[in-house]
């Protein structure tokens, strides 16, 4: 987790205003990366998608708006 962790902390340097960011997981992973996000004011907008085993695969975000 901690390169998972590193891309949503150094991620909204890069994105532009409602950017997409898209992370793929490990099994089991989906909950923790969601609260990373969620806890980081610079997303909006988090989901988990599943693959076809219907395992966590993908957590997608978008970047909220840059404060000046």
Do not use: C, W
Not at 2 to 11: E, G, P, S, V, Y
Not at 37 to 56: G, M, P, Q, R, V
């Amino acid at each position: 987790l901690n390169d998972i962790r590193h891309l949503i902390d150094n991620a909204p340097n890069f994105l532009i205003n409602h950017g997409f960011l898209l992370l793929e997981i490990m099994a089991g992973q989906g909950n923790i990366v969601k609260e990373l996000l969620k806890n980081n004011s610079h997303y909006t907008n988090i989901k988990i998608y599943h693959d076809l085993a219907d395992l966590e695969r993908f957590v997608t975000a978008n970047s909220s708006p840059h404060l000046l």
